[in-house]
């Protein structure tokens, strides 16, 4: 079987098309910039341009091209967005609003050549499809597995920190396990709406799971041979905007934090991870530094295995806890896809002897 596994962060999309009759190793991969680097490249290219800008498509990634949107805004260029698309930037249209964006039905679509269109979405499926037949790689997938960092709906009033830190904290609550993150096309709750735009934009009837990048990079971790012998671990993902650390016994969630990456250096991750796994790192401490926060099930006085992946895992190249850089496959860049395919498995038991004797 073929599974389509995309892991689309901050800066990267990291793409495996996995190949069950294939090694790991022979496996077409590619990464490529994320769809919010690219939109906020055309964001950037209307303003340079002086013109006017009309989204439309469905809800995506922001970060970089909020920031884009707020200099084209600054400038005195008009915006019109639809209500889907707007909540790229904001789940909360009044927000929106009072940015200077239009909100305008699909049937008050400005008119003008002057004015540039883009379409907003996490998953490009036609693209992806070009970009293998243009080396003349068969396309043909039987199911895809992406890869989002949702942030949630969050009701007006309500930090969207908060809101983030919440729904992965009652996730790890139910069964202290990283697969409970993996959700299946119907299964996605509807307060993950960035989730939910990736079904719509799925455009087919084929199996989709969907979880959240840094736990997808997780998992992918433990598919490392010098991680998956330690039972007592830590795995830190150090994304290009958000890092975070899960301490775990075997499958079992023990407690976790999550941080904004840009206000790390590797002293501090060390600190972060240490008062972790000794119990004595608070949620309100986190959050009070502009992270998301922590959560603490139990405490342990062993020091356990550290392993680091993620884009910026420089940042613990001097660390004290002297971590193993996890590189699943030989392939960091993929720890997430890797992490996706196991979490099929693991989904659909149907499927799950064929992958895991693939992965083996």
Known sequence: MRILAIDIGGLTQDILLFDSTQTIENCVKMIMPSPTSNLARKIKTATKAKRPIYFSGVNMGGGPSKRALNTHLKAGFEVYATSEAAATFDDDLDQIRGMGVHIVSNEEVPKGDEIERIETRDLDLGAMEGALAAFEVDYHFDAVAVAVLDHG?????????????????????????????????????????????????????????????????????????????????????????HTLAFHLRGDTIMGFFEHHTRLLDGTKIDDLVTRLVKGKLTNQEVYDDNGHGCFVIESSNEIPFTAVTGPQRHLMSNSTLKPHFAAPYGDMMLTGCFGLVRAFAQRVPEWQAEIEKALL
């Open 153 to 241: 709906a969050a009701p007006p009033g309500v930090s969207d920190r908060v809101f983030r830190f919440q729904h992965l904290q009652e996730t790890v609550q139910k069964r202290r396990n990283l697969i409970d993150f993996a959700y299946l096309a119907e299964e996605i709750p509807p307060h993950l709406t960035r989730m939910k735009a990736v079904v719509q934009s799925l455009g087919r009837d084929i199996p989709l799971l969907v979880m959240d990048t840094p736990v997808a990079a997780a998992i992918g971790a433990t598919e490392d041979s010098e991680v998956g012998q330690h039972s007592h671990k830590v795995i830190v993902n150090v994304g290009n905007f």
